[in-house]
């Protein structure tokens, strides 16, 4: 706001530069814009002061890596489940997250593999390979898998072989992977709430399949998938292990659940971070459904899944 006598003589370029340093010493994102005072008429005077009323055009804007703060959705376990995977990518949408990554097991259990594994495509910036979406694409002697191996086209199966073991990246300071099960492979498993110290700081080294993108440090935080139970966990000596959580097949609260990384990408600069547990209701009723009109074997295995949160190998008291 400027006075009525500050009027007289005043460019849009000045007005332009003043406006970009008020922005540039708040925030480091440099942006350009282009404007335009609207003609006096149409200002507004509130107790002798001015109020400019200007029309702006963004021309460009740029930031480095170091200030690219930054949402990221960790999702994992869809499972063919596309009713919750659709659940799951609205609220993301909602909530205008940034980045959509997937720690693997597109298919298997539920009857929309192939639905699940384009919709993935689509949506997400990055994708690992988890042990579901490795057998799927071997011969195996068994009807339900059969089954869903029928349901993926050729070049779907050629997408999940291809998918990558893990991922390495920094996030306000912190050196982050991901990946699906563990550091020795998709198929070996750790359960945190019952493995020991020795077995969880593992999960932290580096195996035949990792590329570390530092030899001599190990990484801040793991995130991994597999399990289907949410958890974040510190790990000593300040490291955090966490699992997002299954969206298409919780075993621990039988709604679709990921988790959100919040922080500047990309950064190895010390900045503010964050990881949160997301839980979201879902029509599980519809998505047995659909599984019964398709005549995917073993729907009741699948149904005691989806509303129990209870797995079908665990024994029965």
């Known amino acids: 706001?400027?006075?009525?006598?500050?009027?007289?003589?005043?460019?849009?370029?000045?007005?332009?530069?003043?406006?970009?340093?008020?922005?540039?010493?708040?925030?480091?994102?440099?942006?350009?814009?282009?404007?335009?005072?609207?003609?006096?008429?149409?200002?507004?005077?509130?107790?002798?002061?001015?109020?400019?009323?200007?029309?702006?055009?963004?021309?460009?804007?740029?930031?480095?890596?170091?200030?690219?703060?930054?949402?990221?959705?960790?999702?994992?376990?869809?499972?063919?489940?596309?009713?919750?995977?659709?659940?799951?990518?609205?609220?993301?949408?909602?909530?205008?997250?940034?980045?959509?990554?997937?720690?693997?097991?597109?298919?298997?259990?539920?009857?929309?593999?192939?639905?699940?594994?384009?919709k993935i495509r689509e949506t997400c910036d990055m994708v690992l390979q988890g042990n579901w979406d490795d057998f799927i694409t071997k011969p195996i002697d068994s009807e339900e898998i059969e089954w869903h191996q029928k349901q993926l086209e050729g070049e779907a199966m050629d997408y999940l072989q291809s998918l990558p073991f893990h991922y390495d990246f920094y996030m306000s300071g912190?050196?982050?992977?991901?990946?699906?099960?563990?550091?020795?492979?998709?198929?070996?498993?750790?359960?945190?709430?019952?493995?020991?110290?020795?077995?969880?700081?593992?999960?932290?080294?580096?195996?035949?399949?990792?590329?570390?993108?530092?030899?001599?440090?190990?990484?801040?935080?793991?995130?991994?998938?597999d399990i289907h139970a949410a958890l974040i966990e510190p790990i000593q000596p300040q490291r955090t292990l966490f699992n997002c959580g299954s969206v298409g097949n919780s075993l621990d609260i039988p709604q679709a659940t990921f988790a959100i990384m919040h922080g500047n990408y990309q950064s190895k600069q010390e900045g503010p971070f964050s990881i949160e547990i997301v839980r979201i209701p879902y029509d599980i009723e519809r998505e047995i459904h659909q599984a019964e009109i398709m005549g995917m074997p073993n729907v009741a295995a699948y149904a005691l899944e989806l509303r129990e949160g209870r797995y079908r190998g665990a024994p029965t008291k």
Request: glycine share 6%; hydrophobic share 40%; charged share 30%.
């Open 1 to 118: 706001m400027k006075g009525r006598g500050a009027l007289k003589g005043i460019s849009s370029e000045i007005v332009a530069k003043e406006v970009i340093t008020d922005f540039r010493e708040r925030s480091t994102i440099e942006i350009v814009t282009e404007r335009r005072i609207a003609p006096l008429e149409q200002n507004r005077v509130i107790n002798s002061t001015i109020i400019l009323l200007f029309y702006d055009k963004i021309l460009y804007s740029t930031r480095t890596k170091e200030e690219m703060t930054m949402a990221i959705a960790i999702i994992s376990d869809i499972h063919g489940n596309l009713t919750a995977l659709e659940a799951v990518l609205h609220h993301i949408k909602e909530r205008k997250i940034d980045k959509i990554f997937c720690l693997g097991d597109l298919i298997g259990k539920g009857p929309s593999g192939l639905e699940v594994v384009h």
């Open 174 to 225: 912190k050196y982050i992977r991901l990946y699906h099960a563990s550091a020795k492979s998709v198929y070996h498993r750790i359960i945190p709430m019952k493995a020991t110290t020795k077995e969880k700081n593992e999960m932290f080294e580096i195996s035949e399949w990792i590329k570390p993108l530092e030899q001599e440090r190990k990484p801040d935080v793991i995130g991994f998938g």
